[in-house]
Structure formats: structure tokens, C-alpha cells
């Protein structure tokens, strides 16, 4: 439990430095950019790769950012390209995936279970679970009635999701993107 806490307030001390702020924002930018590429298939089903962006942030900042700019992507994203009215439980939605993917990959090795074992998390609780409450609220459809395709649809992306951000964070790790964004303005 320490080691949680540990990390909620290492994160959030992150929050201190100004590169911190103007990496979120431009995180945030292509985050904004990729989303206007999301496939939309009938009223329930989105395939988009705008989480990418979102994942590099939670990823170099931890759990207190993550959830904190997943929260606030997720209400920016509504204002810049509306989808129906807004409903606050996807807000919800996108601070948890943002607290668990902090979790999962804050000052952690990257490796390729650990990003599978994330990317399952998340789409068990975020959008197989709670994606499929919201629905079910949103339009007065049964949960059980949505859920099979919603588990199918993320299934399916799993392996997907998991190894474009494994490979695009191997390569920035490894050409040393990601080591500047982490420097904090410190003489080096």
C-alpha cells in the first residue's frame, strides 16, 4: 500500500514543473488530431487512436496526472466534436483508465505482458464494464444486450492496442524522446 501511495504522490508532484504542463498540452493536441480519425461503427461501437497520445502521458507522469488529463481530454474532446449530450459517467470512465494505466506503467520497465495486462484491465473495467453501463444508461438498453459486442469489439483490439503502444514506446524509449520530456530543466 506504501508503495501506492508512493506513487499517487510522486505523480503528483509532477504536476510542479512546468515542461509537465506543456507536454500534457501537446500530448493533448495529437490526442485531439488522432481522434478526428476514430472509425465509427452504428451507435455503440468506436475504434479510434487517439488513446495512444493519452497513454505516452500516463506513461511519463503517472496515475495522478493520468487521471487528471484523461478527465479533462475527455470533456475537451466533447466541446471541440460533440457526440450526442454529454454524459459525465465516460468522464469517470477516462480518469479510471487514466489512474490504472498510471499504475500500471509509471516508473515501471516497459515490457510486453505488462503492457497486455494493462490494456486487459483496462478494457475489462473501463469499456467492457463501465463503457457498457454508460450505454445501457445513455439509451435505455439493456446492459446484458450490449455487452456481447462490446466484448467482442474489445477482444479484438486488445492485441492491437497492445502492441502499437509497445513498439511506439519501445522506439521513443529507445531513441531518447522520452528521456527529453523527462528532463526537468536540470544542468545536465
Known amino acids: 500500500m506504501k ?3 508512493t506513487l499517487f504522490s510522486d505523480s503528483y508532484r509532477e504536476f510542479r514543473q512546468v515542461k509537465t504542463i506543456a507536454t ?5 493536441a495529437i490526442s485531439m488530431v488522432l481522434g478526428s480519425l476514430t472509425i465509427v461503427i452504428g451507435d455503440y461501437i468506436k475504434i479510434g487512436f487517439s488513446s495512444i497520445a493519452q497513454q505516452f502521458v500516463y506513461y ?10 484523461g478527465g479533462a481530454m475527455d470533456i475537451l474532446k466533447y466541446f471541440v466534436k460533440p457526440t450526442g449530450a454529454f454524459f459525465p459517467g465516460w468522464t469517470i470512465g477516462a ?9 500500471f ?6 515490457t510486453l505482458v505488462r503492457v497486455l495486462v494493462a490494456e486487459l484491465t483496462v478494457a475489462v473495467v473501463c469499456n467492457m464494464i463501465l463503457g457498457t453501463l454508460w450505454l445501457a444508461i ?10 456481447p459486442m462490446r466484448v467482442i469489439k474489445n477482444l479484438v483490439m486488445w492485441p492491437v492496442n497492445s502492441i502499437l503502444f ?11 524522446v522520452f528521456r ?9
Open 3 to 5: 508503495k501506492l501511495a
Open 180 to 188: 527529453i520530456v523527462r528532463c526537468s530543466g536540470k544542468a545536465r
Open 138 to 147: 445513455m439509451y435505455e438498453k439493456g446492459f446484458w444486450v450490449l455487452l
Open 95 to 103: 480518469m479510471v483508465a487514466g489512474v490504472l494505466y498510471g499504475c
Open 24 to 28: 500534457l498540452g501537446m500530448f493533448g
Open 60 to 69: 511519463l507522469f503517472g496515475p495522478a496526472v493520468g487521471g487528471f488529463f
Open 166 to 176: 509497445y513498439s511506439l514506446t519501445w522506439t521513443m524509449e529507445h531513441t531518447g
Open 105 to 110: 506503467f509509471y516508473k515501471k520497465p516497459l
